[in-house]
């Protein structure tokens, strides 16, 4: 089988997946399967949860606005989690979907809203922000889910990172201009952590704390100034192709 059947609905589901299993759907996801794209019993499916690879799974309907699913053979087996870490000050809205969207078809293995002096938002919603990250799995054929760290303030997230992840932050003084020489310097599998700051910058006390830290790197993002969200996707793919499984 390819790496990724276009042809075929995925859908994340939660309970161990196994030959044989049967997994009963929650009520949209029957709706979507049997209303939406008017699929029958015996139909084919790919479903994963993260843990257990995914699986070719058939249809079994009980009615209208029920179904359930029967694992058939797995047709990929499940990858190691990505180890990069995405620390983000959460925007509003559109533009949070659009990210935690990005961030996961990018390869990030953790999600980490982060707040900031002049962060916009005052708020995250956990469950929209893991929906969104199912979604785009569901969609571009990935299979494991980023963890959604709960929200929290740049100092304690700070000091809860891995003493030997480098901590990648986008800053336009950064003393190489082009990232990809900068990044040239570290090691492949270098475990990185990716933080991307407000629209507003970082304050001046938050820049000191993040250059006094061991194993920080800045990078710049060129010439222009990027919205929040076009910085995020700028820099993983940047990451990803320097250092990161583009290689």
């Not at 249809?59 to 990858?79: F, N, Y």
């Not at 659009?98 to 293995?109: D, L, P």
Request: overall charge neutral; proline content about 8%; glycine content about 8%.
């Amino acid at each position: 089988m390819a790496l990724y059947d276009f042809s075929a609905p995925r859908l994340f589901v939660e309970p161990d997946l196994g030959p044989g299993a049967e997994i009963e759907l929650d009520r949209a996801q029957a709706n979507y399967l049997l209303n939406v794209l008017r699929l029958g019993p015996g139909k084919a499916v790919l479903a994963f949860n993260g843990r257990d690879g995914e699986w070719l799974m058939e249809i079994r309907s009980a009615g209208r606005k029920s179904a359930s699913l029967v694992a058939g053979e797995r047709t990929r087996p499940q990858p190691e989690p990505g180890n990069l870490a995405f620390l983000f000050a959460p925007l509003k809205h559109a533009r949070l979907d659009y990210t935690v969207q990005k961030a996961v078809e990018m390869g990030v293995g953790r999600l980490q809203p982060t707040f900031t002096r002049r962060t916009v938002s005052s708020r995250v919603n956990a469950e929209r922000m893991r929906a969104n990250a199912i979604e785009a799995a569901e969609q571009c054929g990935i299979l494991a889910v980023p963890e959604v760290a709960a929200e929290d303030d740049l100092e304690p997230v700070l000091r809860r990172l891995e003493p030997e992840r480098v901590l990648v932050f986008c800053d336009e003084d950064a003393p190489l201009k082009n990232p990809l020489e900068a990044l040239a310097a570290l090691p492949p599998g270098t475990r990185l952590a990716l933080l991307v700051g407000p629209e507003g910058g970082f304050a001046p006390e938050e820049r000191a704390m993040l250059l006094a830290r061991p194993n920080v790197l800045r990078i710049s993002l060129g010439p222009r100034i990027l919205r929040a969200d076009t910085a995020a996707v700028a820099a993983l793919a940047i990451l990803q192709a320097a250092i990161g499984d583009w290689r």
